[in-house]
């Protein structure tokens, strides 16, 4: 472009801002906020992918030998390269014992210390009838050996160090003291840091008693190796390396290479959940914005569309004097980002306090972040919020480049039209491939069919509001009088317009009751499995199926184990692992108290290890039945063929695999029963009788809370009531941050739908002064033209909300019945909480304009 062509685009660029100020500050507000959030997400981002497992009991520690807490599997796509996937595992994988005296060797090593990591519980010695409100279960301790303090390092502030078994050091936070007794040991000192018991490297190892590869040797957690004053961390590490390697050594569970840690990365042997709780994070995050960026498309381009096409007449007296398209174009461009690049720094700001308000509100909800899990926010990070308002910048730049380059253009009906029903059949099809899917993947093809269609909507946006004045052309002249054909004649000359501002009224409410639906469709689908499949009618935390047992009364009862499994399989080619909750139970305590549904086989085959009952869902997508076999790998990466014993329809209560309480608690890092679940043939009988069993929580029907998140290793407090499986800490791990993120989500993202549906209507509202000031210059009373814009707004308001529902059903249908079999629920609540938000913002986008000024005359 010539230097006086630019100077002529400047000129045309300032003038046309200082004229449509109006117009742009819609716009404003909605690049601010749509900034805002991204900035706030890019924070996120970018603080979890700088997250690591907080370093703590190996901290004085160069390296730390480990076994590999990740897993991975290679597949290769159809016409691609192979791909490999990696799975975070959340049990401990160990180390086997002669890799001690293979690091002691070491040049530069100083002392290689193994880690025997244990869990004790007090003794519960027959308590007093506990109430039937429930007594607190046994106190639980982690324990480790006196010389693995030294990895911390933990030094005594009272007392001495532990001389046999009998005797054990507590961490301050333990809140005890010198000669008190705790899990049985006699406290003889006081370490600094948490509520540890430390006790002898023998007694340590015995606690533990890990089996190593065929139970031939002992197995430790990790072994921390001290260098020698002088060695550097890089030279220890590659000799430590190079040592494994030589040695051969690999982990007690799948066979990997050992792992010889430094640095941040040291704390993935401390805090086992850290790792997979960050993927989990940043795929959700990733999600969101995504989400996010494409919501903000529709909006901007719908504004962007509505501001530019409020001047074709300016457009095409520009054109006669001899501007050129392309100068408009350019003149529209640099009014835009004249407009968005403020707007996009102010939002970007205002996002960097809206970071540390969202990890409070995670970090406020128990078990959605681990306690391990650092989320560091060094200050160069903060620096994204101008690479968001870049982002955003150049993406307003975009929509007006494509909008300006479609006005006034011949044919762009056809194409529009065209481009509109195309993405319509694409969010149908997503829609029905949701139903062939299920949990995660039918969750994401219906989120897509969702934005699809209303984008299809979008394009299709003039078309359908015409169609739907069409239906209600002849109502409003017959029944509205004046007012009523004044509106009819509006939206018959002006459907464009109107097709505009239905869009974001459709995409609020599909938005929104696709994704607060979704979620109360799985958790009463859920919760009426949970409470036709738990028959006990007593609950028992802090013990053993083994002790509840020998209360009189107890007719049976199963110990309930809650670990994960790794499950490796394909689709469409594309390898993928995915992690999933299981439950280890007794076979022959299930009669009475736990009843998956079984519809093929017997569940008295998990008697046997070797064996698994699955979910039918999953039995039907891995095409298995009973006889069967099951490829899976155990909470530490150990490969398991299992043969599969039963098939149970159950699975949203129970998760997609029962295995025997024998075959999983070997591969978990605290084997002990997270609930007993017991059958008695008096409930009262045994809450009378009381004994051993740390907490009796109480008899009746089962209503809720058996195997809610928490227990004993959780820090052993009884949940109230004997009750049904919570469906939402057994079958869907995270499901409490799914939660979180998706009223997030709805508030976010509503909230900047709900200002383009004021903004756009505020838009069309002043630009039609002149049309209302002519209407009353003809004769229109200002009672006549208020009740024409009530009717435009309670047309927009019912087509909107209509359509809005139209495009939901579809995936909601499609994701309801792929992952439960029937229909989606909506709850009223949140549908007239939807309803009545459209109708306010609508109603103030039409009237308060249009009551201004052009009304009065």
Not at 562 to 583: I, K, N
Not at 761 to 769: H, K, P, Q, S, V
Not at 783 to 797: D, N, S, T, Y
């Amino acid at each position: 472009m010539s230097p006086r062509a630019d100077s002529a685009v400047r000129l045309l660029a300032a003038k046309s801002l200082r004229t449509h100020r109006k117009a742009w500050t819609a716009v404003f507000a909605a690049v601010a906020v749509t900034s805002a959030l991204v900035g706030a997400l890019a924070l996120a981002l970018g603080s979890t992918a700088l997250g690591h497992a907080r370093v703590e009991r190996y901290a004085a520690a160069a390296v730390v030998v480990a076994g590999d807490q990740e897993i991975r599997w290679t597949a290769k796509p159809w016409g691609s390269e192979p791909v490999t996937e990696r799975a975070g595992l959340t049990e401990r994988v160990r180390v086997p014992e002669e890799t001690v005296a293979v690091l002691r060797a070491v040049p530069g090593v100083r002392e290689a210390i193994p880690d025997h990591v244990s869990v004790v519980r007090d003794p519960v010695a027959d308590p007093a009838p506990p109430a039937p409100g429930g007594s607190p279960a046994p106190r639980v301790h982690e324990v480790r050996s006196w010389d693995a303090a030294r990895l911390a390092p933990r030094r005594l502030v009272e007392g001495r160090a532990p001389r046999d078994g009998s005797e054990t050091v507590a961490g301050r936070e333990a809140g005890v003291r010198v000669g008190e007794t705790v899990a049985g040991r006699t406290v003889v000192g006081i370490a600094d840091g948490p509520a540890t018991l430390y006790v002898t490297a023998a007694e340590a190892r015995k606690q533990a008693g890990h089996p190593g590869p065929g139970g031939a040797a002992d197995a430790v957690d990790a072994v921390g190796i001290l260098a020698e004053p002088g060695v550097p961390v890089d030279t220890l590490h590659a000799r430590v390396r190079a040592a494994l390697d030589r040695a051969g050594l690999t982990d007690t569970a799948s066979g990997q290479p050992l792992r010889a840690l430094t640095g941040d990365g040291r704390g993935v042997a401390e805090h086992l959940a850290a790792p997979p709780a960050r993927t989990e994070l940043l795929q959700l995050f990733a999600a969101v914005s995504g989400t996010v960026l494409l919501v903000a498309v529709l909006v901007l381009a719908s504004l962007v569309a509505q501001a530019l096409g409020q001047r074709a007449a300016e457009r095409d007296l520009l054109l006669s004097v001899g501007a050129t398209p392309r100068q408009i174009r350019a003149a529209a461009g640099r009014e835009a980002t004249r407009v968005a690049g403020p707007a996009a720094l102010l939002g970007a700001l205002a996002g960097v306090p809206l970071f540390p308000a969202l990890w409070q509100v995670l970090r406020d909800r128990p078990g959605v972040v681990p306690e391990g899990l650092e989320l560091p926010a060094p200050p160069w990070l903060f620096a994204t919020a101008l690479v968001v308002a870049a982002l955003v910048t150049g993406l307003v730049r975009l929509v007006v480049l494509f909008t300006a380059r479609g006005a006034g253009t011949p044919g762009k009906g056809t194409a529009r039209r065209v481009g509109g029903l195309v993405l319509l059949f694409a969010g149908v099809a997503s829609a029905g491939t949701a139903t062939a899917m299920g949990g995660a993947a039918a969750a994401a093809a219906a989120g897509a069919a969702t934005v699809t269609l209303v984008a299809g909507c979008a394009l299709l946006g003039p078309w359908i509001a015409r169609a739907a004045m069409r239906v209600l052309d002849r109502p409003f002249r017959r029944l509205g009088g004046a007012p009523g054909r004044l509106a009819a004649a509006g939206a018959d000359a002006h459907s464009r317009r109107l097709g505009a501002a239905l869009v974001p009224v459709v995409l609020v409410t599909a938005f929104a009751l696709v994704q607060l639906s979704a979620g109360t469709t799985m958790e009463r689908a859920a919760e009426a499995q949970a409470r036709t499949a738990t028959t006990a009618d007593l609950a028992f935390t802090g013990t053993t199926a083994e002790r509840v047992r020998r209360l009189p009364g107890v007719a049976a009862a199963t110990d309930v184990l809650r670990s994960t499994v790794v499950l490796a399989r394909t689709e469409a080619g594309t390898p993928r692992l995915e992690r999933l909750p299981v439950l280890g139970v007794d076979a022959n305590g299930l009669r009475g108290t736990l009843d998956p549904g079984v519809v093929a086989g017997d569940l008295a085959g998990l008697a046997r290890t070797g064996t698994v009952a699955v979910g039918v869902t999953m039995a039907d997508s891995l095409d298995v039945r009973p006889g069967s076999t099951v490829e899976l790998r155990l909470g530490d990466g150990t490969p398991r063929r299992l043969r599969v014993v039963a098939v149970y329809e159950r699975s949203l209560a129970l998760g997609e695999f029962l295995l025997p309480k024998a075959e999983l608690a070997p591969h978990m890092s605290d084997p002990y029963p997270a609930r007993v679940l017991a059958a008695s043939d008096s409930g009262e009988r045994v809450l009378a009788a009381g004994g051993p069993t740390g907490g009796v929580l109480a008899a009746g029907d089962p209503t809720r809370g058996v195997l809610a998140a928490g227990g004993p290793a959780a820090g052993g407090k009884s949940v109230p009531g004997a009750g049904a499986v919570d469906p939402e800490q057994v079958v869907m791990p995270g499901a409490e941050l799914n939660g979180i993120v998706s009223a997030a989500i709805v508030s976010a993202i509503g909230g900047l739908t709900l200002l383009a549906v004021l903004s756009t209507l505020t838009l069309i509202g002043a630009g039609r002064r002149g049309e209302l000031r002519l209407l009353g210059q003809v004769g229109a009373t200002t009672g006549q033209l208020r009740r024409m814009l009530g009717l435009e707004a309670g047309f927009l308001v019912a087509t909107g909300l209509i359509l809005g529902a139209a495009v939901a059903a579809l995936p909601l249908f499609s994701f309801a019945w792929a992952l439960t079999g029937g229909l989606p629920h909506v709850d009223p609540v949140h549908a007239g909480l939807i309803a009545g938000a459209v109708l306010l913002t609508v109603t103030a986008g039409v009237l308060l304009p249009g009551t201004g000024r052009g009304v009065r005359g």
